[in-house]
T-cell receptor, first 112, second 113 residues
């Protein structure tokens, strides 16, 4: 069974607009959840992570994510997108055996 | 601190050959994980090493193997290459296990002809 689902393959937003990237997970225990960003030709950079505690997590570059256990979601948000945010975004979960499972990714295009 | 380095960055091989990729983790990091990234399958976990021992393994055939040295550097090997092995291979290191922040290298782009 798929552990992480990112329903949107591609999203286009205008610069300055708000952004929300969706992520749903299927995992019984409290998960370790991550958002990573990958620019073309680059490795992955961690934006933020959630292990426990406050369900609203702040990350780098102005991103935040909210863990909602009732919806099995961990959506990534940014209030105002910059052209440099154009990249591919991956949600990931670490399972009990310590292997990390990634979603399929959401490609973000930013219109000027 | 230097980041995770991977060598080589690009590699072209032919079917049936074998290949070895190298990963140097961030100094002090003892956990090294490998991932395969393809357009069709996305990012898939290959294996994770800690203190020279394979601690976890993903669902890949036995042609994919790896090892970790006492200095935490890691190599992965793919034998009898197939066209479908063409991918970006990413290495990530973390202090002790993947629930820590993982730092990724730039990857090795393998093309199998």
């Amino acid at each position: 069974a798929q552990s992480v689902t990112q329903p949107d393959i591609h999203i286009t937003v205008s610069e300055g607009a708000s952004l929300e990237l969706r992520c749903n997970y299927s995992y019984g225990a409290t998960p370790y959840l991550f958002w990573y960003v990958q620019s073309p030709g680059q490795g992955l950079q961690l934006l933020l992570k959630y292990f426990s505690g406050d369900t609203l997590v702040q990350g780098i570059k102005g991103f935040e994510a909210e863990f909602k256990r009732s919806q099995s979601s961990f959506n990534l948000r940014k209030p105002s997108v910059h052209w440099s945010d154009a990249a591919e975004y991956f949600c990931a979960v670490v399972r009990e055996n310590n292997d990390m499972r990634f979603g399929a990714g959401t490609r973000l295009t930013v219109k000027p | 601190k230097a980041g995770v380095t991977q060598t080589p960055r690009y590699l072209i091989k032919t079917r049936g050959q074998q290949v070895t990729l190298s990963c140097s983790p961030i100094s002090g990091h003892r956990s090294v994980s490998w991932y395969q990234q393809t357009p069709g399958q996305g990012l898939q976990f290959l294996f994770e090493y800690f203190s020279e021992t394979q601690r976890n393994k993903g669902n890949f055939p036995g042609r994919f193997s790896g090892r970790q040295f006492s200095n935490s550097r890691s190599e992965m090997n793919v034998s009898t290459l197939e066209l479908g092995d063409s991918a970006l291979y990413l290495c990530a290191s973390s202090p002790s296990d993947p629930t820590d922040t993982q730092y990724f290298g730039p990857g090795t782009r393998l093309t199998v002809l």
